[in-house]
């Protein structure tokens, strides 16, 4: 479905290069990671009680072992799949006999609740990375399980619209069980996505205010990078169903944020959200708390994800002014 594929990292010179190596040999060659470890190790029982971390903490883990596995699969670095192989380790020793994986550190939130679906976005994403990088079957084995607890969960109890940021960390599960669905083939997550979908539209209406060309500051809750990660979620949903309104839709909301949001520094959102500005001029003021380095990251995600899937050259032209 793709127009343009990656280059393999030989490719990767000039100035790019530099700081992609330089991320490679300075970051994910060092160990220093204890605290994101912590949230995992109290859920096996490893480390104390004590709860000094945020509930999405486990987020920050999982994306490191995301960034790890990528590593890897792009060099080859022993060092790296090393480090790599330690934080799997780490994460998978939090996973219950069920599939169920918490990593919040936070249990009076109860089981699929609060931000718990958000971590488990990416502890899902984070293994599937890992199954590409090795062919692990083990590790696409852990990632079914802790899907499939969560799917018949919330088809068959649980509401994922109460999910904190009125659903959006929720909705955003959505990627990684289209991502299972391609891989897999299983049904079951194509009919969790499908639910997901769902109860986006039946809350939000995304989709069909996105059609009628909605910016995006009028939707509400205007959470710039929860909305921008659901956005890729359905993205995906695209590319396993061939539905042209979603496709249509992230065009959309990529056109209006394209518009509305990004500055000359090449991202957007005050306080983590979209904002309702009147002419460009606010940028050569003083932003406070201005584009959210999450924020920065999806746009970038979505925008090589596009140029990728559409080949259209106004998305190489933002991911140019982002890096």
């Not at 991502?179 to 039946?202: D, Q």
Request: some cysteine.
């Amino acid at each position: 479905m793709d127009v343009y594929e990656a280059l393999p990292v030989s490719y990767a010179d000039g100035f790019l290069g530099q700081r992609f190596f330089a991320h490679i040999n300075n970051r994910l060659h060092t160990k220093e990671y204890t605290p994101l470890r912590k949230p995992f190790q109290q859920c096996a029982k490893l480390v104390g009680d004590e709860r000094v971390f945020t509930k999405f903490y486990a987020e920050f883990g999982a994306k490191l072992l995301e960034a790890q596995a990528d590593g890897y699969n792009l060099t080859k670095d022993p060092v790296v799949l090393e480090h790599m192989r330690d934080m799997l380790r780490v994460i998978l020793a939090a996973q219950e006999d069920t599939g169920y994986f918490d990593g919040t550190g936070h249990p009076e939130d109860g089981k699929f609740r609060g931000w718990h679906l958000w971590n488990s976005k990416y502890i899902l994403l984070a293994l599937l990375a890992v199954w590409r990088a090795t062919g692990d079957a083990s590790v696409l084995e852990c990632a079914c399980k802790g899907a499939d607890v969560l799917a018949h969960a919330f088809l068959e109890n649980e509401d994922i619209s109460q999910t904190p940021w009125e659903g959006y960390t929720g909705y955003s599960i959505l990627e990684a069980y289209c991502r299972l669905y391609a891989i897999t083939g299983r049904n079951l997550y194509l009919k969790f996505a499908e639910h997901i979908v769902e109860k986006l539209e039946e809350k939000h209406r995304l989709v069909e205010k996105l059609l009628n060309h909605t910016p995006v500051y009028d939707l509400p809750p205007a959470k710039a990078y929860e909305m921008t990660s659901t956005i890729e979620g359905i993205l995906e949903f695209y590319r396993v169903t061939g539905i042209a309104k979603y496709l249509d839709a992230v065009c959309g909301y990529w056109k209006s944020v394209q518009e509305t949001q990004i500055t000359l520094a090449g991202s957007g959102s005050q306080f983590e959200l979209w904002q309702k500005k009147p002419d460009v001029s606010y940028q050569i003021g003083t932003e406070k708390r201005a584009m959210e380095n999450c924020v920065t990251n999806y746009w970038l995600r979505l925008s090589e994800n596009l140029f990728r899937l559409t080949g259209e050259p106004l998305y190489a032209d933002a991911i140019e002014v982002i890096l």
